[in-house]
């Protein structure tokens, strides 16, 4: 399989948006929620003080900029029908204009929509620079965003932004979602196997902010608005070592599960992109876990040393996962393999972006040539993919 990649790049938000300002105004729009006693408990218990947003908190509160019944509307004509006097009927419907309305679903996500693209081109255009490639060199696009769906996708924007090449092949995914990350790279390895002349660049942007639905008041709203974070990032993958490789990729992993796909969802509503999480969803993904171990175990059964990684870039959403994969990881295993798994995690949940931002922090932090690698991740579906790869 072997497949190189280069260090990626990482765009991250660059609206600061604190764990403190979401309590603020969570408490502000639900003090009589049945969870509102334990806001600041769950707010601590994620480990996020701050994350980075496209666009600003201010923007996902705002009222929608449409008004209420309006003045010559139908409801003044039925409030006069029904005996009020025109002064009165006037009266009442001008409390009701004054009342907020939602943000539409277009004025919610076309925003982000844009601030995707702009990301996005950033992140590319940084992936190029670092593996030392131009617009032209390359062949082949993949993309993936799933909370600002568009159609042209993000493909398209970015084959006219950079631009690439005509002949250049496109490959939007917009539903990998969290699995983006891994998920692309397999198909990028898989590109450059059967031809390793190949340059494939792969572009990761989620504007995962747009859940954030302030009129939610169900409790898994609540960990939505704190646990996610906006992030563009981009690497290049070639079937032939270059001087600016990092990571050649041995082998992939697929799994899924089945009856599982209501667990964790998106869902258009007429206000927006809501995220609908459901409890028993770290349990299945803990799942994908275990079988990714297997794979490992079958995989490297025969290796003469008791084989294991150096380093485990992983995305399972959440703290209680990553406390399963180290409970149940082989005994002999080292300590520590999910430092850069946690150290990304503590400002957001970045979505199909994660495991390029866990990457260049292991990067970043040094590797030594021939330490083994393992980079998994799970999304709704659910549906898991893993590589195991050599630093180089």
Same mark, same amino acid.
């Given at each position: 399989?072997?497949?190189?990649?280069?260090?990626? $790049?990482?765009?991250?938000?660059?609206?600061?948006?604190?764990?403190?300002?979401?309590?603020?105004?969570?408490?502000?729009?639900?003090?009589?929620?049945?969870?509102?006693?334990?806001?600041? +408990?769950?707010?601590?218990?994620? +480990?996020?003080?701050?994350?980075?947003?496209?666009?600003?908190?201010? $923007?996902?509160?705002?009222?929608?900029?449409?008004?209420?019944?309006?003045?010559?509307?139908?409801?003044?004509?039925?409030?006069?029908?029904?005996?009020? =006097?025109?002064?009165?009927?006037?009266? %009442?419907?001008?409390?009701?204009? &004054?009342?907020?309305?939602?943000? =539409?679903?277009?004025?919610? =996500?076309?925003?982000?929509?844009?601030?995707?693209? !702009?990301?996005?081109?950033?992140? &590319?255009?940084? @992936?190029?620079?670092? &593996?030392?490639?131009?617009?032209?060199?390359?062949?082949?696009?993949?993309?993936?965003?799933?909370?600002?769906?568009?159609?042209?996708?993000?493909?398209? $924007?970015? %084959?006219?932004?950079?631009?690439?090449?005509?002949?250049?092949?496109?490959?939007?995914? =917009?539903?990998?979602?969290?699995?983006?990350?891994?998920?692309?790279?397999?198909?990028?390895?898989?590109? *450059?196997?059967?031809?390793?002349?190949?340059?494939?660049?792969?572009?990761?942007?989620?504007? /995962?902010?747009?859940?954030?639905?302030?009129?939610?008041?169900?409790?898994?709203?609540?960990?939505?608005?704190?646990?996610?974070?906006?992030?563009?990032?981009?690497?290049?993958?070639?079937?032939?070592?270059?001087?600016?490789?990092?990571?050649?990729?041995? @082998?992939?992993?697929?799994?899924?599960?089945?009856?599982?796909?209501? /667990?964790?969802?998106?869902?258009?509503?007429?206000?927006?992109?809501?995220? *609908?999480?459901?409890?028993?969803?770290?349990?299945?993904?803990?799942?994908?876990?275990? %079988?990714?171990?297997?794979?490992?175990?079958?995989?490297?059964?025969?290796?003469?040393?008791?084989?294991?990684?150096?380093?485990?870039?992983?995305?399972?959403?959440?703290?209680?996962?990553?406390?399963?994969?180290?409970?149940?990881?082989?005994?002999?295993?080292?300590?520590?393999?999910?430092?850069?798994?946690?150290? !990304?995690?503590?400002?957001?949940?970045?979505?199909?972006?994660?495991?390029?931002?866990?990457?260049?922090?292991?990067?970043?932090?040094?590797?030594? %040539?021939?330490?083994?690698? *393992?980079?998994?991740?799970?999304?709704?579906?659910?549906?898991?993919?893993?590589?195991?790869?050599?630093?180089?």
């Amino acid at each position: 399989m072997a497949a190189y990649l280069c260090a990626p $790049a990482v765009i991250h938000g660059e609206h600061s948006v604190k764990t403190e300002e979401i309590v603020a105004e969570v408490h502000g729009r639900h003090p009589e929620a049945a969870w509102a006693p334990r806001v600041d +408990g769950i707010a601590a218990s994620t +480990g996020i003080e701050t994350r980075g947003w496209m666009l600003p908190l201010e $923007a996902a509160v705002a009222p929608g900029r449409g008004s209420g019944p309006g003045s010559a509307g139908p409801v003044r004509e039925a409030l006069i029908r029904e005996g009020f =006097t025109e002064q009165d009927a006037d009266r %009442a419907v001008a409390a009701l204009d &004054a009342v907020p309305a939602p943000q =539409t679903v277009q004025e919610r =996500t076309a925003p982000a929509w844009e601030a995707v693209q !702009s990301y996005g081109e950033r992140a &590319a255009r940084g @992936a190029l620079q670092i &593996a030392g490639l131009d617009v032209a060199d390359v062949d082949c696009l993949i993309t993936s965003n799933s909370t600002t769906p568009a159609l042209p996708g993000l493909d398209v $924007a970015l %084959a006219n932004r950079l631009p690439l090449r005509g002949d250049a092949m496109l490959l939007p995914a =917009t539903q990998w979602a969290c699995v983006a990350g891994t998920r692309s790279l397999a198909l990028a390895a898989d590109l *450059v196997a059967a031809d390793p002349d190949r340059v494939v660049l792969v572009v990761i942007s989620e504007a /995962l902010s747009t859940t954030y639905q302030p009129a939610d008041d169900t409790l898994e709203s609540l960990i939505v608005r704190l646990l996610f974070a906006d992030t563009a990032v981009a690497a290049v993958v070639t079937g032939r070592p270059r001087p600016e490789s990092v990571l050649r990729l041995d @082998a992939s992993w697929h799994h899924t599960l089945p009856g599982t796909q209501d /667990l964790h969802r998106l869902e258009t509503r007429a206000d927006g992109t809501h995220f *609908v999480m459901d409890r028993r969803g770290p349990r299945a993904v803990q799942d994908t876990v275990t %079988a990714m171990w297997e794979w490992l175990r079958v995989r490297y059964e025969d290796d003469p040393a008791a084989w294991h990684p150096d380093v485990l870039l992983a995305h399972p959403g959440g703290t209680r996962v990553l406390e399963y994969m180290e409970q149940t990881m082989p005994a002999e295993w080292p300590s520590g393999l999910l430092r850069y798994s946690r150290d !990304s995690y503590t400002t957001g949940n970045r979505g199909g972006a994660a495991v390029f931002d866990i990457l260049r922090r292991a990067h970043d932090a040094g590797q030594k %040539a021939g330490s083994r690698a *393992v980079l998994y991740a799970a999304a709704p579906g659910l549906t898991a993919t893993a590589l195991e790869g050599e630093w180089l």
